[in-house]
């Protein structure tokens, strides 16, 4: 079976594929593609693009009455108090994302390192396995020379045996 066929597929002598020994690789680009949390925003996913509006826009010019004025200058500061916690805030969760992903960088990175070593390892293996074949037909050697050896002296032996019943008799 040629190289080709055996790494991609159309082999009619059995289903490497069912062994996970064919070399064939099952990695799902989905998968790596795949969002790293639910609702983060990606080209697929580009978000809502709303927006927060705390007091409806004025259609058009018009008078306020003082405490009308007043609650407004009040809802002021406090929104604008919240908008320098909301900055804070978005500045700190920012912060954690790019936290976040160094981490997950280095983690890949780690995983890769893992991969390449684990390949290292298997291919450890392989040679080891394929020096150990290689050293089959020698024992195969040895036991028949242990079973020759074994053949001969039991011929000399019950030959001594027969010569001892020989010389009794």
């Known amino acids: 079976m040629s190289l080709q066929l055996r790494l991609f597929g159309g082999n009619s002598a059995g289903n490497l594929a069912a062994t996970g020994n064919d070399g064939g690789h099952a990695i799902d680009?989905?998968?790596?593609?795949?969002?790293?949390?639910?609702?983060?925003?990606?080209?697929?996913?580009?978000?809502?693009?709303?927006?927060?509006?705390t007091a409806p826009v004025v259609p058009?010019?018009?008078?306020?009455?003082?405490?009308?004025?007043d609650q407004?200058?009040?809802l002021a500061k406090e929104k604008t108090d919240g908008a320098r916690q909301a900055?804070?805030?978005?500045?700190?969760?920012?912060?954690?994302?790019?936290?976040?992903a160094k981490v997950h960088k280095e983690h890949r990175k780690y995983e890769g390192v893992v991969a390449?070593?684990?390949?290292?390892?298997?291919?450890?293996?392989?040679?080891?396995?394929?020096?150990?074949?290689?050293?089959?037909?020698?024992?195969?050697?040895?036991?028949?020379?242990?079973?020759?050896?074994e053949n001969n002296a039991r011929v000399r032996i019950d030959a001594i045996k027969a010569k001892l019943t020989a010389g009794m008799n």
């Open 60 to 69: 058009g010019p018009r008078y306020f009455e003082r405490d009308e004025a």
């Open 116 to 149: 390449e070593n684990e390949l290292k390892k298997v291919r450890s293996n392989a040679s080891l396995a394929k020096k150990l074949h290689g050293m089959r037909p020698g024992y195969a050697r040895l036991g028949l020379g242990i079973d020759k050896a």
């Open 87 to 100: 900055k804070r805030a978005y500045q700190a969760l920012g912060k954690i994302e790019e936290a976040d």
């Open 29 to 53: 680009k989905s998968k790596v593609l795949a969002e790293t949390a639910a609702g983060v925003i990606t080209p697929m996913r580009p978000g809502n693009f709303g927006s927060i509006r």
């Open 72 to 74: 407004l200058k009040e």
